[in-house]
């Protein structure tokens, strides 16, 4: 395994474990968190589930590659495949970015959205107290 890899799986490792912190802290008191903590949990089941999938799927592959040495093309986006791209406004950037935002109207949005952006301070100053701890 590569270095850029290990350290990659360890970031997102980290940043998992910080919304889940957040998350957590705040509640089932806020749509954002509900979303968040609903999406931690579905994607720790699917995880566990298709694990063993996986593993196979990677057994066959690499009988598969044997021969052939060639990479398969990855999925293209919108714009690759001949679709209009439009420019998001401001409140569809905001519905992607917040969880949970697209079930919300613009009044409750605006509002899980400076809840959502007071969190991720406190927990930026958070992880800073701590990365100062390890020099």
């Not at 912190?21 to 579905?42: E, I, T």
């Not at 949970?100 to 969190?119: I, K, N, P, Q, S």
Request: charged share 30%.
């Amino acid at each position: 395994m590569r270095a850029q890899d290990k350290i990659g799986r360890h970031s997102q490792r980290i940043k998992l474990a910080a919304y889940s912190s957040m998350a957590r802290a705040v509640g089932q008191r806020r749509a954002w968190s509900r979303a968040l903590m609903l999406k931690l949990k579905l994607s720790d089941k699917r995880k566990n589930r298709y694990r063993w999938l996986a593993a196979r799927k990677m057994k066959q592959q690499k009988t598969l590659r044997r021969g052939c040495g060639r990479i398969l093309a990855t999925k293209r986006n919108r714009s690759e495949k001949g679709s209009p791209s439009r420019s998001c406004s401001g409140v569809d950037e905001l519905r992607r970015l917040v969880p949970g935002g697209e079930a919300m109207d613009l009044g409750v949005l605006l509002e899980e959205t400076a809840h959502f952006v007071r969190c991720l301070e406190t927990q930026v100053r958070v992880m800073s107290i701590i990365a100062d701890c390890f020099p």
